[in-house]
């Protein structure tokens, strides 16, 4: 495990996992796992495993924080001391807090904030187990709580990132690949509008590589956001057919 | 002028509901002069309007909305109430007291005290101020007996069902008096514990199946199914 692989991409052209460059971990979504929470989702995508819980719309504490105008959307993203190899310490490290203002920034503006002005909105985001891609799983997790929680959205953000391992632009980077590879672009995307929330980049890319990414990584934002779907129905049209027989 | 989706079909936020001439009703909004849906919930084309009737959301003050409400502070001159929306609402003394009030006089905990649970209309309320409460009309004011009962607030008018069908029907088959918070507060006051305990059962199976056809049959089924027990218990 912590012996350094020799190449990224074998002489097939597949990845460490077995993946081809433009293909997607197994996703698994969960909807409502938090009881007390009032939405909550579950992500599981490749080996990350993150939990999203959303409280509000509620009161400002403290107050003076309040928008007149709007609701304020708070965010904390935070890897729990046993999500990776080395423990990590509990604190929020500087990488934290800067993931939740990534968050938030993406996450609001798919959030009809204007219309619950002088309240909060609380995003909670447990990384359980980490392998790579965790701000993108997160955002993906974050948003469906938020539709759980019965927020007014403009459309779910789906988050993937692309990179560069070796030298091929792959999709959807795992923990070996963000570490060794090239060059890493998380993107967010609100898909029925076409709207890209977050965009980011790290190492360096050609004009025409950064594009192809980007490109890539709206794919397969594309192939998740079906999945975020069907999890939001899943539990009602079960007690839907269940109540129906 | 097409639209996306069979009525009552369950549509996500970001689903496209409707092109051209329609309206946006609730839980939708308009970009690009297309409707989209805005919550996870049922969609409804009424005439050109469309609406989505929300599966899961929180309570937001109306005025006019009767609510049902936990004291949680005595203050000087009123009290606070939570009635579960994201806004606290304040209570003044004078709509209680039905005469002038004196803070040299009146003790206000001794009239409400945190926790006493009230029902109460909301006289005014928008976007810059909390909203404000009032008890002084025949059946508002503080609970003294029943069972209360927390369901979602977007299925209230479910409970309430067409021009108050599904209500009247849990109100006669268990004897019992239902009081229904717009805020999603229920209060269940009734003859027998028993008759409580199966209007509750009722309300909680609507909450839970509010988005299935041919509800109301199914509740009357259960509550005259289980009706005959209860008596033989009784008799016991």
Redesign the interface.
Same mark, same amino acid.
Request: charged letters at 30%.
């Given at each position: 495990m912590n012996e350094k692989p020799e190449k990224l991409i074998d002489k097939k052209g597949l990845r460490l996992d077995g993946r081809k460059p433009d293909e997607l971990r197994p996703v698994k979504l969960e909807v409502g796992v938090i009881p007390n929470a *009032? /939405?909550s989702a579950y992500i599981e995508q490749g080996k990350n495993r993150i939990l999203a819980g959303v409280y /509000?719309?509620?009161?400002v504490h403290p107050k003076h924080l309040a928008l007149?105008d709007r609701a304020v959307l708070k965010c904390r993203y935070h890897m729990a001391p046993f999500s990776v190899q080395e423990r990590k310490s509990p604190a929020p490290s500087r990488r934290e807090i800067e993931i939740s203002k990534v968050i938030r920034e993406s996450l609001e503006p798919?959030v009809?904030t204007e219309y619950?002005?002088?309240?909060m909105i609380d995003v909670f985001i447990e990384v359980l187990q980490a392998d790579g891609g965790t701000r993108c799983a997160s955002i993906t997790a974050a948003s469906l709580a938020l539709? *759980?929680? /019965?927020i007014? +959205?403009? *459309? +779910?953000v789906v988050a993937c990132a692309a990179g560069k391992a070796d030298d091929t632009i792959v999709l959807d980077l795992m923990d070996e690949e963000d570490k060794l590879g090239k060059a890493d672009v998380p993107v967010a995307l609100?898909?029925?509008?076409n709207g890209i929330t977050l965009l980011q980049m790290d190492g360096k890319l050609t004009h025409d590589e950064f594009e192809t990414a980007v490109n890539m990584a709206i794919e397969g934002c594309k192939k998740i956001y079906p999945m975020? =779907?069907e999890a939001?129905?899943a539990k009602?049209?079960g007690? =839907?057919e269940e109540?129906?027989e | 002028m097409p639209t996306f989706y069979e009525p009552k079909q369950i549509v996500t936020p970001g689903d496209l509901l409707a092109e051209g001439e329609y309206l946006a009703g609730e839980n939708t909004y308009v970009e690009n002069k297309v409707i989209y849906s805005s919550r996870l919930g049922l969609v409804e084309y009424d005439n050109k309007k469309v609406n989505v009737v929300a599966l899961k959301g929180f309570y937001i003050p109306r005025i006019g909305d009767l609510v049902i409400g936990t004291v949680t502070e005595v203050g000087f001159n009123g009290w606070t109430i939570d009635i579960n929306a994201p806004y606290k609402a304040f209570l003044r003394p004078s709509d209680v007291l039905s005469r002038p009030f004196k803070p040299q006089k009146d003790e206000l905990s001794q009239v409400l005290n945190v926790g006493d649970l009230i029902v109460a209309k909301i006289i005014s309320y928008d976007r810059s101020h909390d909203p404000q409460l009032t008890v002084a009309e025949p059946g508002l004011g503080k609970i003294t007996r029943g069972q209360i009962l927390k369901i979602t607030p977007t299925k209230i008018p479910r409970v309430i069902g067409k021009k108050g069908s599904m209500i009247t029907m849990i109100k006669e088959e268990t004897g019992c008096q239902i009081i229904l918070g717009l805020n999603g507060i229920v209060l269940i006051t009734g003859k027998t514990l028993e008759g409580e305990q199966a209007a509750l059962v009722a309300i909680r199976r609507i909450e839970e199946e509010s988005h299935t056809s041919g509800l109301t049959d199914r509740i009357t089924q259960m509550l005259k199914k289980n009706k005959p027990a209860e008596e033989e218990n009784k008799n016991e």
């Open positions: *009032d /939405g /509000g719309p509620r009161e007149q798919s009809f619950y002005p002088r309240t539709a *759980d929680a /019965g007014p +959205l403009k *459309d +779910l609100m898909p029925s509008l975020q =779907k939001l129905k009602y049209v007690i =839907k109540a129906e | -």
